[in-house]
């Protein structure tokens, strides 16, 4: 029997070390977190790696294998510790779960609570019952602690599902604030936009196409920014009362735990647990210590939000009745309110029973309700207790700096005066009076550190070959109305911006004699760079898709030449066939695309717009290079390089013209709808500007036609436009506007407010 046993005792130091293993990944999740907070100065410390999710509950179900472990008899002491330390990471990690909520819909939440609170259950369920039959009878103070952790677990449970309900509610709040706030903007717009001969001053003005400064767009992304991060579902949480009790809890924890390990080691010695060899073996050593760590990194997250919650409740002290500190908002019990009035899903026939079932919902949701109440008066007390401590230690703390500061010179790094005022963008909850000024140049601070990141990865190449650009010809040029149009369709397929960039690309390539090898290589570059923004601009502003097929086209052709320089596997370099000059090689490429289109559309008459993306490519490049041999047919001295450098400035025509919708992209993001996804929206065209800024001043100094914003982002739209108004009257149709050109029709916009 005992070798038996032996056997079955065998790989636990492996098991053991697994659990180990499970325990370090949740303290380095949960430290991740704390560190990216406080690298971006966000203090409420946002979850991303350790959230409240299947990954991270399994994690826990494998490190809270010693609490379920009714197997170890008698108890050592070192597995006494480990049961110990596990339900106090379990606890740890419950706390900071609590923000993770508000990145959740709400069937994540149902799905992820129930589990949790299964999980809990179950943990809780073992653990009195190895205490009662096991435990108790050895380690009597071992005991004690365990059921205080398991007290603990329970409790913040309720904390979470309590926090739960008043998810849906808050974000409803908060959406509900946001779309007050945009609506405001787009009103004081149109009120803007109606006076604009009346009014020339420029710090309230329509933001859109056509009409902008790069400051001004920055201080839109500013300001959405404000609203984005202010209203995060997680930030509401965090700034909430909800924070204040798991960060008391966590404290709690951390306390009884020390004294437990540092206080009773020598008892337990004395009662001979000491002697007393684990199940374990060495591995349990690992485990005590990884734990111990993980309760210490994870109760960071906790703590901080509750001194971050108690910090925004003490810079408001004093303000507000007694009556109204403790008044219960309505989002804290709307949801519970509304299944309350619901009626009940069910099909029951019976008048009697139904009523029943309904007296009884009733009756069982007023009880929630006024346990919710309770919950959340009792966290409202702990918060005002811990704010009026806060605010005396602040007290004292800034009597002493303001008197070390009277001896002694120093420089004030705050924002200048000259700084525009963001608090009016701050979202806020029912009964919340505001954030305090630090907390909101933080916010400020972020996003302006998102556009220096963009700023640092600004395209120098690009720029480069925008700066070609004196007008927008090259919109125009590329495709000559005077080409004869294959026979193979009742209708041409629309251009995009990408396609005839890199058709006019493959075409400088494919150049016979051009001797500077790094001019090349930069246009290669300044298009890749380009690409990246014309590709986002067409995802961003074509909704509908109707040009999906033509940008995949571009997609697979520019893979080619940037890569291997081929077009459609056709070696561009080789192209001239033994070093023949450029209208061999142009026509050669023609007669290849003629080929190719005249191929499939003799056998079918497919809409244009389901084309292969090879027969896409090769019409896009017949008419480029018919374009070219007709506008220089009679010029016989045109060399090579003159040509590069004709395609080189058509190109930045095109790319100057497609940018200049960059400003309606950034902007598009910071309208993102879903709350979830709005910081992330805003912090990407933060980025964005960043990445675009000196390629937005280049493009202001050159006139824009007097086009209609809404149709600003289709390249057949500008080609028509200039159409009718040749290159020689564009400017002086732009200049000679008297009124608004873009007055009528709003596509993207902003207030700006000095």
């Not at 008197?403 to 700084?419: D, Q, V, W």
């Not at 041409?492 to 016979?512: D, I, K, M």
């Not at 309208?671 to 996804?677: D, K, M, T, V």
């Not at 824009?704 to 080609?719: G, H, M």
Request: a negative charge.
């Amino acid at each position: 029997m005992d070798m038996m046993q032996d056997k079955l005792d065998g790989p636990m130091a492996w098991i053991g070390l697994y659990v180990a293993a499970a325990s370090a990944v949740c303290a380095l999740a949960m430290a991740a977190d704390a560190l990216r907070g406080f690298r971006s100065r966000r203090f409420w410390l946002p979850c991303k790696y350790f959230s409240l999710n299947a990954f991270t509950l399994t994690l826990l179900a494998v490190a809270m294998k010693l609490p379920v472990d009714l197997t170890s008899t008698p108890p050592a002491f070192r597995d006494s510790t480990a049961r110990v330390t596990s339900l106090a990471l379990m606890s740890i990690a419950m706390a900071n779960f609590t923000t993770s909520l508000g990145s959740m819909t709400n069937n994540e939440i149902v799905l992820n609570l129930a589990a949790l609170a299964l999980f809990v259950i179950t943990v809780s369920a073992n653990v009195c019952t190895y205490v009662v039959h096991i435990n108790f009878y050895y380690a009597v103070e071992f005991s004690a602690v365990e059921i205080e952790s398991t007290v603990v677990m329970l409790i913040l449970l309720f904390i979470i599902c309590s926090s739960a309900v008043m998810v849906p509610s808050a974000k409803i709040c908060i959406e509900s604030a946001y779309s007050d706030m945009h609506r405001e903007i787009s009103n004081n717009n149109n009120n803007n936009n109606n006076n604009n001969n009346n009014n020339n001053n420029n710090n309230n003005r329509l933001l859109e196409w056509g009409n902008f400064s790069v400051d001004e767009v920055r201080v839109a992304v500013r300001r959405y920014w404000v609203m984005a991060e202010t209203g995060s579902s997680q930030f509401v949480i965090a700034r909430s009362v909800a924070c204040a009790t798991p960060g008391f809890m966590c404290l709690l924890m951390a306390i009884t735990l020390s004294r437990l390990l540092l206080q009773d080691q020598d008892y337990y010695r004395l009662l001979g647990f000491d002697r007393i060899s684990s199940n374990y073996k060495w591995s349990i050593n690992f485990i005590v210590s990884i734990q111990l760590i993980g309760v210490a990194l994870g109760a960071i997250a906790p703590l901080v939000r509750w001194f971050v919650a108690a910090r925004f409740k003490s810079s408001n002290i004093g303000t507000r009745s007694f009556k109204d500190e403790f008044k219960v908002e309505t989002y804290w019990t709307q949801k519970l309110v509304y299944w309350q009035e619901r009626p009940v899903p069910l099909q029951i026939r019976s008048h009697v029973y139904r009523k029943l079932v309904h007296d009884a919902k009733r009756l069982l949701l007023n009880v929630c309700i006024r346990v919710q109440i309770v919950n959340v008066l009792a966290s409202k007390l702990v918060l005002l207790v811990s704010a009026a401590f806060l605010k005396g230690f602040l007290f004292c703390f800034h009597q002493i700096k303001t008197n070390l500061k009277a001896h002694c010179y120093s420089s004030n790094e705050s924002r200048t005066g000259t700084e525009l005022d963001y608090s009016g963008y701050v979202l806020l909850l029912e009964g919340e009076s505001g954030l305090p000024r630090n907390t909101l140049t933080n916010i400020i601070n972020e996003v302006d550190k998102l556009i220096q990141i963009g700023r640092k990865r600004q395209p120098k190449n690009l720029k480069q070959l925008v700066m070609k650009s004196e007008n927008f010809n090259g919109v125009r040029e590329f495709d000559n109305n005077e080409v004869p149009r294959l026979e193979y369709s009742y209708r041409e397929p629309p251009n995009c911006w990408s396609l005839p960039v890199v058709t006019l690309t493959s075409v400088a390539v494919s150049l016979p004699n051009i001797a500077d090898d790094h001019k090349l290589n930069q246009l290669l570059n300044a298009v890749s760079e380009g690409l990246y923004f014309v590709m986002l601009i067409e995802k961003s502003l074509d909704k509908n898709g109707d040009l999906t097929s033509i940008r995949r086209a571009a997609d697979i052709v520019w893979a080619g030449v940037e890569f291997s320089k081929k077009w459609l596997d056709i070696d561009l370099q080789n192209e001239s066939h033994g070093g023949g000059s450029h209208k061999e090689t142009l026509q050669n490429l023609s007669d290849v695309a003629d080929k190719i289109v005249t191929d499939f559309t003799t056998e079918t008459k497919l809409d244009p717009l389901k084309w292969p993306v090879k027969v896409i490519a090769a019409r896009s490049m017949y008419r480029v290079t018919q374009t070219i041999l007709l506008a220089h047919k009679d010029d016989h001295s045109l060399t090579d390089e003159e040509l590069f450098e004709k395609l080189s400035v058509m190109i930045s025509d095109i790319f100057a013209a497609c940018l200049t919708n960059l400003v309606s992209v950034v902007i598009l993001k910071c309208h993102s709808n879903a709350i979830e996804e709005r910081e992330e929206s805003v912090g990407q065209a933060a980025v964005l500007l960043g990445e675009s800024e000196e390629i937005l001043e280049i493009i202001q100094k050159i006139d824009l036609p007097s086009l209609d914003p809404k149709k600003a982002a289709d390249i057949e739209e500008w080609r028509a436009f200039m159409e009718l108004y040749p290159p020689e009257t564009v400017s002086a149709s732009t200049n000679n506007d008297t009124g608004n050109p873009h007055s009528t029709v709003e596509q993207v916009s902003v207030e700006i407010q000095g």
